[in-house]
């Protein structure tokens, strides 16, 4: 039985876990904050939006749309959250309606996950409102309760915010906004994370409806690329939300009160792009010849990626498709000789030996043309990886290819870097590129350990070590090889010395911002001055005041290399290392480790936020990465360089070279 | 040329001049529920879902849906849930695109059905049909009108299946009562 509220009405919720639905008639921006007991919003961060739609036990849609579903589970909300206050705003720019007077009015209802409605508020009334608070969901004696709202501020967002006790509630209400536009703008689209079926929520059709984003409550296997494939495409959300990044110049808060600019960062001209490359019209009964860079996207840099992003799946699906026709003839083949066994007329003779045949056969039969089709969808993958390998930028380019040897200092940050190289044992020559997104998401782990893998285990373990830490080098190098020359530094944390050799690439080179840091001092310092750095950036974004900063503090980006964790490391020092790990990255300070596991296994479960918050790889051959669309186990090969080639040592030199000559 | 089909009816999904169908879309459009008087907010919507399931020899193998938008094999997509309908002129307001070529070899049977997630019944539904597209020119190939579906809240609406080296579509029209595509496999099983 619904209950349909009137303003301040309130309302019992039965249950916790609940989709609130919003229609509109046109398009609005849909968001919540979180209350403590006392109503007060304590930050930023309590406020899911568009460009920050996920925070625990409750996710908004990531764009403005005029039909919304927020899936909320009180259950999973924070101790401290006594209150969800749903807010509804209208999209700022030109030739949109600019109050809720002139729209119809929107329409609010609680529902189950199974659809059926709770409780639900029109809201009427509004007039010059552009946002307005429209429901609110509290805790009262242990239960949580629904009261229709409906208070609008007539200076939008930002009164809003402010009204709920947030500091430089303007600049939220502008990032918002910024992340709403976007959003819409937002021409790379992530692929899909796959999520367990029960758990995905409803979306609403359009073209504006982002790909089964939806409710991901459990955490990603560790390692899982669904998750940094999520993360891969929402940089431009990210970047314009609340705890965003300096990147360069940091100027969070020139955007205050101000008009909004709707340019993207990086992106110069809003011209349009020079035109693909043309396909040659394919003979006729033939594929299409691969071209590189023949997918969507404003640059080549974007459309290779968004070719390479196309070709993982496509070589994701196809092989789902062998594997499930040779699983079917393999059931099929055991049914058929199972009932073949159980027939008693045919255990005399040759009939059972017969049916048995003929049941392999139609198998061989099956199997074999599910095979032809696989080897057709692979010799194209492979054609067209032949095409586009070649003509990749360097940061989406193995060390072997010839584009390393013409390698400049760039200019501007590129849109992604690979880190290695994925393939299936269905056709172990065909390597789809891992690119992840830059700036980083998350830190790195590589991973020192005996692994399950047969690679793992041949190697001993001092060749494994060594071997991780090279892994490790050569993806430092990359990164500063991709960055330009002053936005990108590299701290090495090698507490007893013992990884002085395959360090020697970064410390011969002289592209360190200091000699590797060694013993329990030498951890301590390192750690508490790249806190420090977090903590000032972090403080600075908060209140807006990126100008007050130090000024011997860089405004590039970090990245800390741990060796041998957790020798040298004291509590103190895990401490810190943890706080890194989960607030750097927002504030440009990465973290690479290479680790065994098994080392700190002292620490018990505590660490295991630490490695699961960061992107798994291992210095050699191992099946551990999952593809967001269908699962499978992708083999992992880190890029290293040939056997033999001094590309990384010149690269590096280069590099320096650039630091020393306009260093400022 | 459409063909107006009728319960049961099959066709062969041929193009007219000999060659075979690569792509076809099975669209899916119905009439939104009309606002009600000036609480139009208060209206009841209609949401109707479009599912596609796969069979290899009558085992399903796989289901594209509002919740699995496409398949693992990547051969059929849904172009996304649509909650409320459109304007029952004739548009497709849910769609299903199937790359024939790219069906894996042992699927043998596509079926089509639509649910009524909402709980409405047929006979609330206005100009809702069901149709089939050569997605490479987009002309219609045959069309299956839902109007007098009756007390029912589910149309098991047509099967794709291999014939010789092509595709046959039949014509099902077959009504069932569920709120999602698994209320409906007692039902489909018959049919394949």
């Excluded at chain 1, 509109?24 to 919003?41: F, I, N, R």
């Amino acid at each position: 039985m619904t209950a349909e509220l009137v303003r301040g009405q309130n309302h019992t919720l039965p249950r916790t876990r609940l989709e609130i639905r919003v229609s509109a008639g046109s398009p609005v921006v849909a968001g919540a904050t979180l209350g403590d007991e006392h109503g007060t919003v304590r930050g930023a961060e309590w406020i899911a939006h568009p460009g920050s739609p996920q925070l625990p036990g409750l996710e908004v849609s990531r764009q403005a749309a005029a039909d919304h579903r927020l899936a909320v589970d009180l259950d999973a909300l924070p101790e401290t959250v006594h209150r969800v206050t749903v807010l509804l705003a209208l999209p700022t720019g030109a030739g949109r309606p600019d109050r809720f007077g002139a729209v119809a009015a929107p329409f609010v209802a609680v529902t189950g996950l199974d659809g059926t409605e709770i409780a639900t508020f029109t809201l009427t009334g509004l007039d010059t409102e552009s946002a307005v608070a429209a429901l609110e969901l509290y805790r009262r004696q242990g239960a949580w309760k629904v009261r229709a709202v409906g208070q609008g501020y007539a200076t939008g967002l930002a009164g809003m915010l402010a009204d709920q006790g947030i500091d430089r509630a303007a600049e939220c209400a502008a990032a918002i906004h910024e992340a709403v536009a976007a959003g819409s703008a937002r021409s790379v689209t992530p692929p899909p994370p796959r999520t367990p079926d029960g758990e995905r929520v409803r979306h609403p059709a359009g073209p504006s409806a982002p790909p089964a984003g939806g409710g991901q409550p459990a955490a990603p296997a560790p390692g899982a690329l669904g998750d940094s494939g999520a993360a891969a495409g929402s940089t431009a959300s990210g970047a314009a939300g609340p705890g965003a990044t300096p990147q360069g110049s940091p100027t969070p808060g020139s955007t205050a009160g101000g008009p909004i600019d709707y340019a993207h960062p990086r992106r110069q001209t809003s011209a349009p792009p020079p035109p693909p490359p043309t396909v040659p019209p394919a003979a006729p009964g033939e594929p299409a010849r691969p071209v590189a860079g023949d997918a969507t996207g404003w640059s080549m840099d974007e459309r290779l990626y968004n070719q390479i992003w196309g070709m993982f799946e496509d070589l994701a699906r196809a092989v789902a498709a062998y594997r499930s026709a040779v699983d079917f003839a393999d059931s099929r083949m055991e049914q058929e000789i199972d009932r073949a066994l159980g027939d008693p007329r045919n255990r005399m003779g040759g009939a059972g030996d017969r049916a048995r045949e003929e049941a392999r056969a139609k198998r061989e039969e099956l199997a074999a043309r599910a095979r032809e089709a696989l080897d057709r969808d692979l010799a194209q993958l492979a054609a067209e990886s032949a095409v586009v390998e070649p003509a990749l930028p360097a940061a989406y380019a193995g060390w072997d290819n010839p584009v390393w040897h013409g390698y400049r200092v760039p200019m501007e940050i590129p849109m992604a870097l690979r880190v290695g190289d994925l393939h299936l044992p269905e056709r172990t020559d065909l390597r789809i590129p891992l690119l992840v997104r830059l700036p980083l998401e998350r830190g790195i782990w590589i991973d020192s350990g005996r692994t399950a893998s047969e690679a793992a285990a041949a190697a001993d373990g001092d060749a494994l070590r060594r071997s991780a830490v090279e892994t490790a080098v050569a993806l430092a190098a990359r990164l500063l090889a991709v960055y330009p020359a002053h936005e990108f530094s590299v701290h090495v944390i090698d507490p007893a010395g013992s990884a002085a050799g395959p360090l020697a690439p970064l410390t011969a080179s002289g592209v360190l911002a200091a000699p590797p840091a060694s013993g329990a001092g030498g951890v301590a310092a390192v750690l508490a001055q790249l806190t420090r750095r977090v903590d000032l950036v972090q403080m600075a974004v908060r209140a807006g005041a990126a100008d007050s900063l130090p000024p011997d503090l860089d405004v590039g980006e970090h990245l800390l290399i741990v060796n041998d964790f957790p020798h040298g490391f004291d509590d103190r020092a895990v401490t810190q290392l943890r706080y890194l790990a989960d607030e750097g990255p927002s504030v440009g300070v990465h973290l690479m480790m290479v680790a065994d596991r098994e080392d700190a296994r002292a620490y018990g479960p505590v660490l295991d936020p630490l490695w699961r918050s960061l992107l798994r790889v291992t210095p050699v051959a191992d099946d551990h990465l999952a593809d967001p669309w269908v699962g499978h186990a992708w083999t992992y090969e880190p890029s290293r360089a040939p056997e033999g080639s001094r590309v990384l040592e010149q690269v590096l030199a280069l590099v320096a070279a650039a630091r020393r000559t306009d260093r400022r | 040329m459409t063909v107006n089909m009728t319960k049961g009816q099959a066709i062969s999904l041929q193009k007219s001049d000999g060659g075979t169908l690569t792509a076809v879309r099975m669209g899916l459009g119905w009439q939104a529920a009309p606002r009600r008087g000036l609480f139009g907010s208060r209206t009841r919507e209609i949401d109707l879902d479009a599912s596609a399931v796969l069979f290899a020899d009558k085992q399903p193998v796989d289901v594209v849906f509002f919740r699995h938008l496409t398949s693992d094999d990547g051969s059929v997509k849904h172009t996304g849930d649509n909650l409320v309908g459109g304007a029952g002129s004739g548009g497709d307001d849910e769609a299903i695109l199937v790359d024939l070529q790219r069906v894996p070899v042992h699927i043998d049977q596509i079926v089509f059905t639509v649910n009524s997630f909402t709980g409405q019944t047929f006979q609330e539904v206005q100009n809702a049909f069901c149709r089939i597209v050569d997605e490479t020119n987009g002309q219609e190939l045959a069309r299956y009108t839902l109007d007098g579906g009756g007390q029912y809240t589910a149309q098991i609406m047509a099967k794709v299946h291999r014939a010789g080296n092509g595709w046959q579509m039949t014509a099902l029209g077959n009504p069932a009562n569920g709120r999602t595509f698994q209320d409906l496999m007692p039902a489909i099983l018959p049919h394949l």
